[in-house]
């Protein structure tokens, strides 16, 4: 029988803490980095977006998303919310390396298990929100 004492769910709850802070440490070091790599027009960031077709302007939105979910990552209120849109930012940039630019979409795909995994642990706050919203 597991042990559900409240000494086992407080250490749980430290390691649980421990590992939250720490991908979101990663992942917001990695989309700060990036987005705003994006927004101050790094040539490597305005080569890639001029490959996607999309045009420079799409850029600067994608580097605000980032930078705002890297910062929203080490809000402890706005973790879950930060973790979830940049998420869901990796999915559309798996799909682009995928299927329009190539190259390696493993860095998009390290990001998205990090950020799908702070979401998760972090699941409390979206059943808070649906809860405001009823």
Not at 32 to 59: C, E, H, S, T, Y
Request: net charge positive.
């Amino acid at each position: 029988m597991a042990n559900t004492s409240p000494s086992s769910r407080v250490a749980l709850s430290k390691t649980v803490t421990a590992v939250s802070w720490t991908l979101r440490i990663l992942a917001a070091a990695a989309f700060l980095a990036a987005g705003g790599a994006k927004l101050a027009g790094v040539p490597m960031m305005v080569a890639i977006f001029d490959q996607i077709g999309a045009g420079q302007w799409f850029r600067i939105p994608t580097g605000i998303v980032e930078v705002a979910g890297g910062i929203a990552l080490l809000i402890s209120a706005s973790a879950a919310f930060g973790a979830l849109t940049l998420a869901v930012t990796m999915v559309f940039a798996i799909l682009t390396h995928l299927f329009v630019i190539g190259g390696s979409s493993v860095p998009a795909i390290v990001l998205l298990l990090i950020t799908g995994t702070v979401a998760w642990l972090h699941r409390g706050r979206f059943a808070g929100l649906v809860d405001t919203l009823r």
